[in-house]
């Protein structure tokens, strides 16, 4: 059975990054780790390097660009030129496995963050083979809205064809920019979609958000509360 090495780095270049061995059972081999980004060399050993870069520093849009290979990754900048806001040549764009719903997902990061996380790796000997936004670590599970609040920021999909992260709200707040929810409660799109909320908290968003749970829970059909005691890494690196 393959094991991978999952490192998630932080938005801060001096901030510690945190790192876990998982297997592609998606079961836990050894607890996470937070320290220097140099000491989880001694943690890699055989296993892949995957690496989860901030979610706050990259985009993720979608096209349905019928090529495939380097054809593909050839159209996507002229595709999607109107989506950024910066000039294509200054930004690196990598589709992902197409979803159920047929579209395909494609992340949008600028040149100069690619090689600041590739020469800070690098620094450390360690050599990824992936490296994957944060938020991807989120499964997209049908017919149901999730979301996974942490660390200030909420990361939200709606099972289908709709994936975003916002900093600094709450969980109404992020479903209220998903269009599903408003001031008197769900809104006619959220009738025609899933009605499921799965959730992954810590402990204390927990507490933080208990109002707006039990809101939810009188709009929703159901609201699933999974903690987080060890953090999100656990949580992300199971998916990826």
Not at 50 to 75: N, Q, Y
Request: aromatic content about 4%; hydrophobic content about 45%; overall charge negative.
């Amino acid at each position: 059975m393959a094991e991978f090495l999952v490192i998630r780095l932080s938005a801060d270049e001096n901030a510690h990054a945190s790192w876990i061995a998982v297997d592609d059972a998606g079961t836990r081999r050894t607890p996470p780790v937070m320290g220097p980004l140099a000491e989880a060399l001694k943690d890699v050993g055989d296993r892949e390097v995957i690496v989860l870069v901030p979610a706050g520093e990259t985009s993720t849009l979608s096209c349905d660009l019928p090529a495939k290979g380097a054809r593909l990754r050839a159209a996507l900048p002229f595709a999607l030129e109107e989506q950024v806001a910066d000039e294509i040549e200054n930004l690196h764009f990598a589709p992902g496995p197409r979803r159920a719903a047929g579209d395909l997902p494609v992340v949008v990061v600028a040149h100069d963050k690619m090689d600041a996380w590739l020469a800070r790796l690098q620094e450390a000997g360690i050599r990824p083979a992936r490296m994957i936004p944060e938020d991807h670590g989120l499964a997209f599970v049908p017919n149901t809205l999730s979301l996974l609040v942490a660390e200030d920021q909420v990361v939200f999909n709606n099972g289908s064809d709709l994936a975003f992260v916002m900093q600094g709200v709450t969980p109404i707040d992020a479903l209220m920019a998903a269009g599903l929810f408003g001031e008197e409660g769900l809104t006619d799109a959220a009738t025609e979609s899933a009605r499921h909320l799965l959730v992954y908290c810590e402990p204390t968003d927990e507490q933080r958000f208990a109002e707006h749970w039990s809101r939810l829970r009188q709009h929703l059909d159901s609201v699933d509360i999974n903690l987080l005691p060890d953090g999100v890494l656990p949580r992300l690196a199971v998916t990826v």
